[in-house]
């Protein structure tokens, strides 16, 4: 299993790195991928550094795409025609599509989630239709629509430990999200 993360300037550190660090100690292959380049500025001035640019990967050899929030990210993202043309062709190869906080807006702007349920960042739901927005939810899988079974979303920060552990557990399964949960010591 793989996952892609789409890192651009300005993203959410937290809703980044909890997820990444969840699915590497369940056994789940993590790509970053630099929208603008490798040394990727989070919203709160750590620097991350991605493995390899977004037109360095290879769509075939990916699982999942997943967006991390922050505002300034998000508007990264939807500025990059590399970032929204792979999200589109993730999309159409049937590819999970996961992300949290603000990031759940990009996808459907991009018309990736229609009729799907979705959360997001408190006070943007408006921005989700016409996915169905299930605010006050930590994290939904998006049920209906055209890609619902392969969508997750996340609240916020807050939520990163849970939107990480339901990543891992629909890549790999409950009893490995389970273990990593354990392992450390969350009981959220």
């Known amino acids: 299993m793989n996952?892609?993360?789409?890192l651009a300037p300005?993203?959410?550190e937290t809703e980044a790195i909890v997820p990444i660090d969840l699915l590497r100690r369940g056994g789940v292959t993590?790509?970053?991928a630099g929208v603008y380049g490798l040394q990727v500025e989070g919203s709160h001035g750590i620097t991350v550094q991605a493995d390899c640019r977004l037109s360095a990967v290879a769509l075939d050899e990916v699982d999942m795409v997943f967006l991390?929030?922050?505002l300034k990210g998000v508007d990264n993202l939807l500025a990059s025609e590399s970032a929204c043309q792979f999200l589109?062709?993730?999309?159409g190869a049937d590819k999970w599509l996961a992300a949290i906080c603000a990031a759940p807006t990009v996808l459907?702007?991009?018309?990736?989630?229609?009729g799907a349920e979705a959360v997001c960042y408190p006070g943007m739901e408006d921005l989700l239709a016409p996915a169905i927005p299930r605010p006050g939810h930590r994290v939904v899988r998006g049920g209906h629509g055209e890609h619902g079974e392969k969508l997750l979303t996340g609240e916020a920060a807050g939520s990163a430990f849970d939107l990480g552990l339901s990543m891992l557990a629909a890549l790999t399964d409950d009893?490995?999200?389970d273990r990593v949960r354990e392992a450390v010591h969350y009981h959220g």
């Open 3 to 6: 996952v892609c993360v789409l």
């Open 10 to 12: 300005g993203f959410e």
């Open 30 to 32: 993590v790509t970053l």
């Open 68 to 70: 991390p929030g922050g």
């Open 88 to 91: 589109r062709e993730a999309k």
């Open 108 to 114: 459907s702007r991009l018309g990736l989630i229609d």
């Open 175 to 177: 009893a490995t999200a």
